[in-house]
Nanobody
Framework: QVQLVESGGGLVQPGGSLRLSCVAS????????MGWYRQAPGKQRELVAS???????NFANSVKGRFTISRDNAENTVSLQMNSLKPEDTAVYYC???????????????????WGQGTLVTVSS
């Protein structure tokens, strides 16, 4: 009913930049927070950055000053601009949406958390 589709991953050299994008599709009424998580091999999934409907943002300490997050509430999209990439940024990046309210007939239904399928970011020379 609701899908998150990511794009923009790939291979980049250290110091380079990438932009990840995610679009939520479906009969969406509202989404509270959208964001990005990442999971490196052998590690737990961790929050990278998030943004609320009102524009409040939250970043992992490891990416502050290098990554920015933006959102288009009308289009249900979220983007992550990643600059000054480091090898330790290598991971699968997952788009996330929280408190997603969808229309089902004449009713509204809330999904607490929805994940995208993930996109691989590799930072290597």
């Amino acid at each position: 009913q609701v899908q998150l589709v990511e794009s923009g991953g790939g291979l980049v050299q250290p110091g380079g930049s990438l932009r990840l994008s995610c679009v939520a599709s479906g009969s969406i009424f509202s989404i509270n927070a959208m964001g990005w998580y990442r999971q490196a091999p052998g590690k737990q999934r961790e929050l990278v950055a998030s943004i609320t409907t009102g524009g409040s943002t939250n970043f992992a300490n490891s990416v502050k000053g290098r990554f920015t997050i933006s959102r288009d509430n009308a289009e249900n999209t979220v983007s992550l601009q990643m600059n000054s990439l480091k090898p330790e940024d290598t991971a699968v990046y997952y788009c996330n949406a929280e408190n997603v309210v969808v229309r089902q007939g004449d009713q509204l239904h809330e999904f607490l958390k929805i994940w995208g399928q993930g996109t691989l970011v590799t930072v290597s020379s």
